[in-house]
C-alpha cells in the first residue's frame, strides 16, 4: 500500500508543477511511468490495468480529434481568424466577434484545438493592424475555455465527464448551456474594462516585428466535408441511438477516407500525448482506488460537510482541484466516486462548469491559457502570470458566481 500511495502523489505532484524536478519528463510521461511502475511493483494486475481504462471515452476523444483537425487540414481555422480579426470595426467590437467564434467553434470543435490552431494567426494580424494582441489573445483563450463548457464535445474533460456520468449530448447542454452562453458576457466585459485605454499597440512593436501573416487558404470542399460529418455526429449525438464513441469514430472514418488528404496528415492533427495521459491516470488512479484510501478520505469528508454528490460541493471540489492538478486528472479524480442517479445532469454540470470556468484563474489553469502566452512570446509579446491573472481572476470568479448560482438554481429544480 506504502509503494502504491507513493506512487499516487509522485504522479500527481508532476501534474500540479507541469514537470518532474530535476528530469525532463512531463505530465504525460510521469502518468505512463506511474502506471508502468503500478503495474511493476504488483498494485494492479495487467487484467485490473486493462479493465480500468474506459475505451469508449478514449474512442470518443480520438474520434472528435480527427474530426477537429479536418478542418485545420483544411485551411478554415486560419481563413476564419484572418477574415473575423481583418474586419473593419473598433477594438471593443472586434473583441466581441473574436468572442463569439471562440466560443462557438470551441463548443462544437474543441476548445484546446481550436485555441492551437487559431492564436498564432490572431496575434499577427492584431500586431499588424497596430493593435495590442494581449486582451484579443486573453479574450479568445478565456472564450474558448468557458463557451466549451456548454457541450459534450466541447472538451477532452467535458467527454469523460459525458462518459463516466452517463450523460447525453442534449441533457449536457440544457444544463451548461445557458451559463457557457453568460459567460462569454462576462468575459467580453472584463476585458473591455480592464484594457480600456489599452488597445494601441506600442510604436516600438511595429517597427521592430514582422506583421504580416501568410495568406490564408481555404479547402472548399474538404471544409464543407468536415462540415457534413460534423453537423452529422451532432445529430446522431442528439437522437442518442448509438453509442458516443462508435459515432465519433464512425465520423473520423469517413474523414480518413480521402483522395486529397492523406490519412496520416489528418492523424497528425490527433494529441496523442493527451490520450496516453488519460489512459495512464485511469490505471493510476485503479491502483490507488484499490487500496481503499480514497474511499475513507471521502466518507471522512462527507462526516465535515463536503459530499462529491452533493451538486454545489462538486462544483467547488473541482474548480479548486483543477487549478492544482489540472481539468482532465481532476476529472478523472472526482468522476469514480460520483454516484450516477436521477440527477446526473446537475453533477454533470457542476462538473463540467466547475473544471472549465476555473480555467482562467491562472495561466496553468489549461492548455489553452499556455498555449496563449507561449505563441504571444514567439512574438515578443510577454503575457506575465501577474498580466494573465489581472484579467483571468475577475473573470474566473465571476463566471463562478454565476455558475454557482446556477447550479443552486438547477438543484431546486431538480
Known sequence: MNSTVIIFLLVYTVMALGKFPGLKLDRTGAALVGALAMLV???ISGQEAWNAI???SLGLLFGLMVVSGAFGVSGFYRFAAERVATLKVSPPKLLAILIVVSGVLSSV?????VVVAMTPLLIAVTLSRGLNPVPFVLAFCFAANTGSAGTLIGSPQNMIIAQQLELSFTGLLKVAGVPAVLSLLIVWAAIVLIYRNRWDLPPFYRKSHDTSPNVAVLNTLETAKALIVT????IAFMLNIWPQAIVALAGA???LMNRK???????????YSLLILIMSLFVVNAAMAKTGLPQALLGDLKAIGLNLNDPLSLFFSSAVLSNIVGNNPAVMLLAPYVHVGSNADVLGAAL?????????????GSLAGIIAVEESAKYGIMISFKEFAKAGVPVACVCLAMAAAWIVLLNLIH
Open 352 to 364: 463540467v462548469l466547475g473544471t472549465g470556468f476555473s480555467s482562467n484563474l491562472i495561466v496553468f
Open 253 to 255: 472514418a469517413v474523414l
Open 41 to 43: 511493483m504488483g498494485a
Open 231 to 234: 453537423v452529422a455526429v451532432i
Open 109 to 113: 470543435l474543441t476548445n484546446d484545438v
Open 54 to 56: 474506459s475505451y469508449p
Open 261 to 271: 488528404i492523406s490519412s496520416q496528415d489528418l492523424l497528425k492533427e490527433v494529441d
